[in-house]
Structures are given as C-alpha cells and as structure tokens.
C-alpha cells in the first residue's frame, strides 16, 4: 500500500529522530553516501507544538522515527520506569504520526518485532512465522506491552509505515547493542532459533520504502530464523577461533533477567515479495556482517 506523499515531486529531504540512538546514527550516514538531504529533529516527541516547529522549519518529504524507549541496558529498565516508557514509546509516537499525517507526510516508524512468542499455532521449528495481520501475543515485558498496544493504534494511521525489527545485528561488532556482540559477552546465553535484523542489509531498504511511499505493517527481518548458538559458531568460524560459550534454559534465564524475552519466528514475505534481493538471514549474516570483519580479525 502506498501514501500520495506531498514529498513524491520534490527533491527527497527527511526528518530523522533519534539522533543518539544507534538506528538513527546509521539513518544519517546513509542519507550522506546517497547525497540524501537530512536534519535530525530537534522537538521531543510528547511535545507536539515542538514537532510542528521542526516540520514548519526543515518542510520534509519524510519522516523517520528511529526515537525511543528501549532502555539502557536492556528492556528491564522499562519494568522501573513505566510512566517515561509510555511518555515516549506510546505518546511520543502516535504524536509525532498525528502531526505528520495533518501534514500529508509518511512517517517511517521503527517498532519491534518482540510482540510475539512461539504457540500452538507458530511452534519453535515449524517454519511457520507470524504475519503482519496477526494479533500480538507477547506482553511479557513492559517494554513490548507498550509497543504492541502503539503499533495496534497506528494501524489507523494511513500515513504510517512500521517497521517490525528483531534482533538487530551490524557489521559493526564493536557496537554494545549489536545482538552479535550482546551474546559474545553474556556468560551464558539460551539458544532458540530467532528472526533477526541485519541493519546493513535493510535500512537501506527502509529508504526505499520511504521513496515508494510505503505505508502499513512490515515485519522487517530476514527471511529465516537463526539460533544463538549458529550465530556464536559463525563468530567461531569467521572471527575468533579461541571464543567459546556456555548456554543455559529458560528457566535458568528467568532467574537473572526481571521481564521475560520475546522469542519468535515472523513471516518476511511481504517484504520478501516488494524486494526480491532480500537474503535469508544465514546468507545475510555471512556476507553482510562476518565476510566483512575477517579480514580485520585476521590481520
């Protein structure tokens, strides 16, 4: 589906917030390579009357929102802190897509994929992902509560394009909230079959999409899952021969993490289907992450 945009004519300029989040960083860096005119927003999102100043200001064709509240340095920080979780992750956002729509703007909005967990109809295994239209089933954290309960509103939105990320993983595995180097340092890790971003591969595409003037509900991820410890033996292969990792249950997870984690297939065919080049998520990880970093590690 896609949004008449008053932007569909003019030279390409977009509104980009979360200007220290690390999306929106590799937001700006994009736009620079592809001569992409850009300003990072200024205005808080639960602040309208400062994000119809930003949009009177910049006059973009687009919007994105890479803002919000994923906490520092995990989910559980939301559990202590539900009233500024909500300010931004559910206030924040359905103000900011309220103010782009009486605009005529499409809002790219980055969400979360972790509103589901494995069930009776989606097993662990099966290759049975959860599509775009199905009802969130996960709201074991406070955190994807909050995401679930914004993405179901701003489905009334007609000018929103949300984007369901998981997992995010970079070539940059320096980088503290890549999922790569999340697990490299953990002293244990579960190991389940998970869909998962490779931002490498699919912001690009998320510019794209902002160009087609694409709106509704994406799940944004590679198609396929891959388990942690896949991930941890390509890391082995590719990178540190010496690494080596201990895994533990679910249960023995529940005991050192306060909310629950969503784990998860999603169907990427819709997104499959407008961009045919999209790789699986094992040929993704090979070529867009660990290919790039073996020459440095081996050097």
């Not at 909005?109 to 199905?134: M, Q, R």
């Not at 009802?135 to 993405?151: C, L, Q």
């Not at 991930?231 to 629950?260: G, H, R, W």
């Amino acid at each position: 589906m896609g949004f008449p945009s008053n932007g569909a004519q003019k030279p390409l300029k977009f509104l980009i917030y979360g200007r220290t989040g690390w999306i929106g960083g590799l937001l700006g860096k994009l736009c620079e390579a592809q001569s992409i005119d850009y300003v990072y927003g200024s205005g808080r999102l639960e602040n309208r009357s400062s994000l119809e100043a930003d949009i009177a200001n910049i006059r973009p064709t687009h919007v994105f929102n890479a803002a919000g509240v994923t906490g520092r340095p995990n989910v559980d920080w939301c559990e202590s802190h539900k009233v500024e979780t909500i300010r931004t992750n559910v206030v924040g956002t359905l103000t900011l897509a309220d103010v782009c729509r009486e605009r005529g703007l499409v809002l790219i909005n980055y969400a979360t994929g972790c509103i589901f967990e494995y069930d009776a109809g989606h097993p662990l295994g099966s290759g049975v992902g959860f599509k775009e239209e199905d009802t969130p089933n996960f709201i074991g954290s406070f955190y994807s509560k909050t995401k679930a309960m914004v993405e179901d509103l701003l489905n009334n939105f007609e000018n929103v394009c949300t984007l369901r990320v998981r997992m995010p993983i970079s070539s940059d595995l320096s980088n503290p909230r890549n999922f790569i180097t999340k697990i490299t340092r953990y002293e244990k890790v579960v190991d389940i079959p998970n869909s998962m971003t490779i931002l490498d591969e699919l912001l690009p595409i998320s510019i794209e999409m902002a160009k087609r003037n694409l709106t509704g509900i994406y799940n944004f991820t590679n198609p396929g899952v891959v388990s942690h410890n896949e991930i941890l033996e390509m890391y082995k292969e590719y990178i540190d021969p010496s690494f080596t990792y201990k895994n533990f249950t679910l249960e023995e997870q529940a005991k050192v993490i306060v909310a629950p984690r969503s784990n998860n297939e999603l169907d990427a065919s819709k997104l499959k289907k407008e961009f045919p080049e999209l790789l699986s998520i094992k040929e993704s990880l090979i070529k867009n992450v660990f290919k790039p970093n073996q020459k440095t590690a081996a050097a």
